[in-house]
């Protein structure tokens, strides 16, 4: 009985539809690209957020203005494409009261726009 249960358990894995977990065989080599994604991802929002916690006042002046050095290098430190930008200051200059009472906020919003 359990030697039943056991086969049919092991040919559900073998299934070519769609699950949760994936190919089991590719989980360690997922697992290893996946702590490097993560840690890249956590380095540069690290050096977005002390850009931004720094230049918070001028990047706050740049986005009503409609763009300036400062944002331009924020962007760059959080990989936002060129092409996106003019867009993401509109973005922030619509929410621009949230950003100025909110670095961190700021910080969100820089590294969901990033690429």
Known sequence: MYRILIA???LGACSTDANHI???LKLPVSGILTGIGNAAYNQRRGQVEIFVKTNHPAIV???QNGGGQTIDEAM???EIRT???PARLIQ???DIGIYQNSPD???V???VYAS
Do not use: E
């Open 109 to 111: 919003a820089l590294m």
């Open 76 to 78: 760059d430190i959080a």
């Open 92 to 94: 922030l200059k619509s």
């Open 8 to 10: 049919l358990s092991l």
């Open 22 to 24: 994936g190919n089991p």
């Open 83 to 85: 092409g996106d930008r």
């Open 105 to 107: 906020a700021l910080i």
């Open 61 to 63: 002046n740049d986005i």
